[in-house]
């Protein structure tokens, strides 16, 4: 039996704001689940801190809820050990570039079999305007009256150059092609990364729906756009100052769960008896002293 919208959802009341773009990432995220005829059961939606961070109380999923900067290190204990669950993080770029930056580049260079979606507004909007990671130079906050004097972390260059197998970029507001990249990748085998430009409508002004709506560029629409080629794909986005939507690179190679030696055999730990009589518990205890 095919599984519907109204199952992936939950009574919960949003806290965001009306009119965030977070709003159209959850609606993505729960049609690409839907799409792909997903159990419930079988899904787990690892969320960090923030705003984005409440997503995974509005999926009717396992949710898991962890502190700042660690959505990604958590969500690679729970595919490992459940390898049969699909595994979305989801976090912002406060969340994702700022304290959770190293788990970020480790995550892509192990490329565990999990998919990423960053929340990306360019500020930091549950602690009400400060300056984010992701803010472009001049952007004036809370806490840069005069002006951001930081360069920005552009996610797509690093995921680019870090070697991620899975790079995409959406917007919130065009909901039917940013949850068909969550479902291409979902499907990908290996680590993916969905950036989701979600603006803030409280307390970001300059990037708002207008300024993406006039400036983007759809890879998606260029029938020359070549997306298995990684020079080209990251001199687009250079090219475009990242101001890019759709597919733009994925390459298909073996998954930190394909090259583990036997890591494919052995029983997934969540199916394992762990239970531990005071015999093996003192054999265990023996082999580390």
Known sequence: ?????????????????????????????????????????????????????????????????????????TAMGVKLANRDLTVLAAGGDGDGLAIGMSHFMHMMRRNIDITYVLMDNHIYGLTKGQVSPASDPGFVTK???AGNIEHPVRPLELALAAGAGFVAQGFSSNLQQLAELIKQAVQHRGFSFV????????????????FYKEGLTNVDEDPNY??????????????????????????????????????????????QDLNLSPEKFERLLAKFR
């Open 226 to 271: 070549d997306a298995t080629d990684r020079s080209r794909a990251f001199a687009k986005v250079v090219e475009t100052e990242s101001m890019i939507t759709g597919l733009i690179y994925r390459e298909e190679r073996p998954s930190y769960e394909d090259l583990a030696a036997g890591f494919m055999k052995a029983p997934p730990v969540a199916n």
């Open 195 to 210: 950036n989701a430009i979600s603006p803030c409508v409280t307390f970001n002004k300059v990037n708002t729906y207008d």
């Open 1 to 73: 039996m095919a599984t519907t919208l109204a199952e992936f959802k939950t009574a919960e009341k949003s806290w965001w704001c009306p009119g965030c773009g977070d709003f159209g990432v959850l609606a993505a995220m729960q049609r690409a689940l839907v799409e792909m005829d997903l159990n419930p059961e079988m899904v787990t939606i690892v969320a960090g801190i923030g705003c984005s961070g409440r997503i995974g109380n509005y999926i009717n999923s396992y949710n898991f809820h962890t502190v700042h900067g660690r959505t990604l290190p």
């Open 143 to 145: 806490s840069t009256p």
